[in-house]
């Protein structure tokens, strides 16, 4: 099997909620990973891929909403410093395919489905065949025990359930 990794600099892991119901809050991780092993990196049906990220390395621009997304009323940093993800099916064809996995936040497992599409390959001036992926998904931030919120004066809330993520992965062969 050939091992690929998330080239972070040229990648991006970002999400967004929504805040008070009428505005958009993103946000990225400083500190995170994917790796795929995989016998055909064009064909994801024989992938095995792990990703991790650092929750204390959240960042949404703002250091107070960060001290309070690593505390114990979110991500509780602390205790639980990693979130991880590891596949256990993946199906599709071409440039499509469904990543299913178990995503894992605080001390939370569910099982997630990630839609992933294979934007092709491209042969960087440093000289390795690069690949390109991209994704957008949604999880409710509840199944994974962050369940913190407030409850807005004219009705909503400060802080929706659904997270929306956006993968866009560019994919190195892993030195050895």
């Known amino acids: 099997m050939a091992k690929f990794t998330a080239d972070t600099a040229h990648s991006e892991l970002e999400f967004q909620v929504k805040h008070m119901m009428v505005t958009k809050v993103k946000g990225t991780f400083g500190e995170w990973s994917i790796d795929v092993e995989a016998d055909n990196i064009e064909d994801f049906t024989t992938a095995k891929i792990t990703g991790k990220a650092n929750a204390a390395t959240i960042n949404t621009k ?7 997304l690593t505390s114990a009323d979110f991500f509780d940093a602390e205790k639980y410093p990693e979130m991880t993800f590891e596949s256990t099916k993946i199906e599709g064809s071409g440039k499509s395919f469904n990543v299913t996995g178990n995503l ?9 489905t990630i839609p992933l599409e294979y934007n092709g390959q491209g042969v960087s001036p440093f000289g390795p065949t690069v690949y390109g992926f991209e994704s ?3 999880i409710n931030r509840e199944d994974f025990g962050l369940t913190w919120n407030q409850t807005l004066e ?3 809330v400060l802080v929706s359930k659904d997270v929306k993520l956006t993968l866009e992965l560019q994919l190195n062969p892993a030195e050895a």
Not at 62 to 68: E, I, S, Y
Not at 104 to 112: A, L, S
């Open 62 to 68: 703002v250091a107070d909403r960060d001290a309070h």
């Open 104 to 112: 894992t936040i605080k001390d939370v497992t569910n099982e997630v």
């Open 136 to 138: 957008k998904f949604t």
């Open 154 to 156: 004219t009705g909503g």
